[in-house]
C-alpha cells in the first residue's frame, strides 16, 4: 500500500512539474529574475499546490491516521536555527545558479538526460558532503 | 491565456500543474501521512540519509516522479527546456543544491507547498530565505554578465 502511495503521488508530481514549465530552468530562472524579465509561472504553481495542500491539513488534522498506515509522521520541530536559514540562503544559491530544485531535476531525467543526470549527480554528491562532514559536527 | 506584460508566462499551464502536484503531496500526506518533499525522499531513496519513511516507498516516489516526467513527454511531445550554456555550470548549482537542501533540512516541496500551506514558521522563514537568496544570486549573475 505505502509503495502504491509513493509511486502514484511520484507520478502525479513528475505530470505536474513538467505540464508547469518548471522542468524548463530557463522558466525558473525567469521567475528568480525579479529585477529582469520576470516570468510569473512559478507563483502559479505554488498557488495551486497551496491550493489543494491547504485543505488538505484541514483534514489532516481531523484524521486520527493516515489511511495507508498506522501514525503520521510529520516534523515537529519549530525552532529557527542558523542552519535553516544558512541551509535554504545556499539552496537558493544553487536554485538560482542552475534553475533546477530537487523536484524538476528528477523528473527531468528522462526527458534530458545528460543535463539533468550532471545535476542530479552533483546534489547527491552535496548531500553526502552534507552527511559526511557537516552533520557530524 | 496571457498575462499582459509578461507574454512568455503559463498561468494556466502552471496553475494546473500547481493543482497537481498539490494533489501529489495530499495523497502521500492523507494517504502515508509523511511530507511530499523531494530533497528528503531522494536522500533517503539513496541511503545517504535515515528518515521515518521506509527506503522501498522512497524509491517508488522518486521512480514515480521519473516516470511521470517520461509520461508526459510520451503524451504531448517533447518538453522545452533550456539548460545553463555550461555542464560545470550545472555540477555547481547542483553540488550547493545538495549541500543546501539537507542543511535547511527541504527544498522548494517540502518548506515550499507543504510547509507553506501547513503554516510551518521554520518553512515560512526557508522559503522566504530561498526566494531572496535566489532572486539576489541570478540578479548578481546578470549583472557579472553570467545571464543565459
Known sequence: MKNLIGLVSGLIFGIGLTLSGMTDP???RGFLDLFGDWDPTLAFVMGGAILVMGPAWLIQRRMAQPLG???FHLPGTQNLDGKLIGGAALFGIGWGLGG???GPAVAALGTAPLAAGVFVIAMLAGMMVHSWAIDRM | MIIPGFPDAQPIQGLVGGLMIGLSAAIMLLGAGRIAGVSGVLARATGIAKSSM???MSIYFVVG???GGLAFALAFGPVAASYPPS???LAAAGLIV???TRLGSGCTSGHGVCGLSRL???SVVATATFMVSGIVTVAVVNALGGGW
Do not use: H, Q
Request: charged share 20%; aromatic share 0%; glycine share 8%.
Open chain 1, 26 to 28: 530557463s522558466r525558473v
Open chain 1, 69 to 71: 498506515d498506522s501514525a
Open chain 1, 100 to 102: 533546477l530544485c530537487p
Open chain 2, 54 to 56: 521506509p527506503r522501498s
Open chain 2, 65 to 67: 516522479l521519473v516516470l
Open chain 2, 87 to 89: 555542464l560545470s555550470l
Open chain 2, 98 to 100: 545538495g549541500i543546501g
Open chain 2, 120 to 122: 510551518s514558521r521554520r
